[in-house]
C-alpha cells in the first residue's frame, strides 16, 4: 500500500476563510487526486495531478485551487470556504492502474 | 461529459441472498472499470475490476460483468455476509487516461 497521509482529519471553519487541505504519499507516485465526496453525488473530482506543477480540472473545480510543488504533496486550497464545501475530501494516488485513496478530511463550513 | 449512472441507491438483502449493482457509462473511449467498497469512517477500497476486453472476472464471491455495447458494467455479490455491508462505488477511465469518474454509490445492507 502506498503511504497517503491526508491532513487535518478533520476541520471546522468559517465562510470566507481560506483553507488549505495537504496530502502526502511515501511512494513517488505521479498521479494524485482530490476527490470530494457528498451523499447526493458520490465522489466527484475536483483536481488532479499529473507530476510536479502539472495539474488539470477536474468535474468540480470551482473554488478550489490545487499545487505540487513536490512529487510527495498535494495540496487542496479553498480559496475562500462556503457551506457548500462542506464535505468529506478524499486524496487518492494512482498505484498499479487502480486508485488507492487516503482516510479523508471532513470539512465543516460554518 | 463523461458520466457514470450507478443504480440502486439503496439495497437491503438476507443474509445468504446475492446482491447486484449495476452502473452505465457514457463514454464509449473508457477502458478500465474497478469498483470500491467504503467502510463507515475509512477511503474507498479497490475490491475488483475489469478491463474492456474481458466480459466476466471472478473473484472468490464477487464477480464484475461488462457489456460494452450497452456500456454498461455490474458488480455481482454471492452469499452476502454481513460484513459486505458497506458503501459501493463503480468508476470507469475514460478518453483521458488515469482520470476517473466515480458513480454515485449504493448503500449495501446485508441483513441477519
Known amino acids: 500500500d502506498a503511504g497517503i497521509t491526508q491532513s487535518p482529519r478533520h476541520k471546522v471553519t468559517e465562510t470566507g476563510t481560506p483553507v488549505t487541505l495537504r496530502c502526502h504519499q511515501t511512494e513517488n507516485h505521479r498521479y494524485m487526486y482530490w476527490y470530494r465526496q457528498d451523499p447526493e453525488h458520490g465522489l466527484r473530482l475536483i483536481h488532479y495531478s499529473y507530476g510536479v506543477k502539472d495539474t488539470d480540472k477536474g468535474e468540480v473545480s470551482d473554488g478550489y485551487s490545487v499545487s505540487r510543488s513536490k512529487t510527495e504533496d498535494f495540496l487542496l486550497t479553498l480559496e475562500s470556504a462556503t457551506s457548500s464545501q462542506t464535505s468529506v475530501y478524499f486524496c487518492?494516488?494512482?498505484?498499479?492502474?487502480?486508485?488507492?485513496f487516503g482516510s479523508g478530511t471532513r470539512l465543516t463550513v460554518v | 461529459g463523461e458520466n457514470v449512472e450507478q443504480h440502486p441507491s439503496t439495497l437491503s438483502v438476507q443474509e445468504g441472498d446475492s446482491a447486484v449493482i449495476k452502473c452505465t457509462y457514457s463514454?464509449?473511449?473508457?477502458?478500465?472499470f474497478p469498483w470500491y467498497k467504503q467502510e463507515l469512517g475509512k477511503g474507498p477500497q479497490l475490491i475488483i475490476d475489469i478491463r474492456s476486453n474481458v466480459g466476466e472476472k471472478k473473484d472468490q464471491r464477487i464477480a464484475v460483468t461488462l457489456n460494452k455495447t450497452a456500456k454498461h458494467f455490474s458488480l455481482h455479490i454471492t452469499e452476502t455476509q454481513p460484513e459486505d455491508s458497506a458503501v459501493y462505488f463503480c468508476a470507469a477511465m475514460g478518453r483521458v487516461v488515469n482520470k476517473y469518474i466515480f458513480g454515485t454509490g449504493t448503500r449495501l445492507k446485508v441483513l441477519a
Open positions: 463514454d464509449s473511449a473508457s477502458n478500465y
Open positions: 487518492a494516488i494512482s498505484e498499479s492502474g487502480h486508485l488507492t
